[in-house]
């Protein structure tokens, strides 16, 4: 199946996706701090230039979209044009993704990741749930990693 759009019109789209402040990651932000807890914002000073650092709880959060992140959930589709470019771009994404959480650990800090699919479609799960989660993790002290993804299919 071809692109319906022309290379110059599909380059100004993939442009304009963002990195940062996106829609589920100020969900996840404005309830956070609604709670009381107080957060850095993409650190560079850590792996991974986590979306949220909370120091005081030796804690990094990833808010991570299902395509770019490859999930296997309802949102990831695998492109129909250009596979191998995707294939690869995608399976890069994976596995730095891997790879920063393995070198936080390692500095002795606890990672949570929160998958868009968690926030968004039919398997999404309720704010206050996701953020009743988190914060009970952040407060256990608990070590092992956090990820937070959509409610299975029936």
Same mark, same amino acid.
């Given at each position: ?34 709670? %009381? ?7 560079? %000073? ?74 968004? %479609? ?33």
């Amino acid at each position: 199946m071809t692109d319906v759009h022309s290379p110059a019109v599909r380059s100004k789209n993939m442009r304009a996706i963002r990195s940062t402040n996106t829609k589920p990651e100020l969900k996840i932000r404005s309830a956070l701090h609604g709670r %009381g807890f107080r957060y850095r914002l993409n650190y560079s %000073g850590l792996p991974g230039k986590p979306d949220l650092v909370l120091k005081k709880y030796r804690a990094a959060i990833f808010v991570h979209g299902c395509f770019w992140h490859q999930h296997s959930c309802e949102l990831f589709k695998w492109p129909a044009s250009n596979r191998e470019f995707w294939k690869a771009k995608l399976t890069q994404n994976h596995i730095r993704d891997l790879s920063n959480e393995a070198k936080l650990a390692g500095l002795g800090w606890r990672t949570a990741t929160i998958r868009e699919c968690s926030l968004k %479609g039919s398997n999404r799960k309720s704010l206050d749930e996701i953020v009743e989660t988190i914060a009970n993790w952040l407060i256990s002290m608990n070590c092992h990693p956090l990820e937070i993804q959509g409610n299975k299919s029936k």
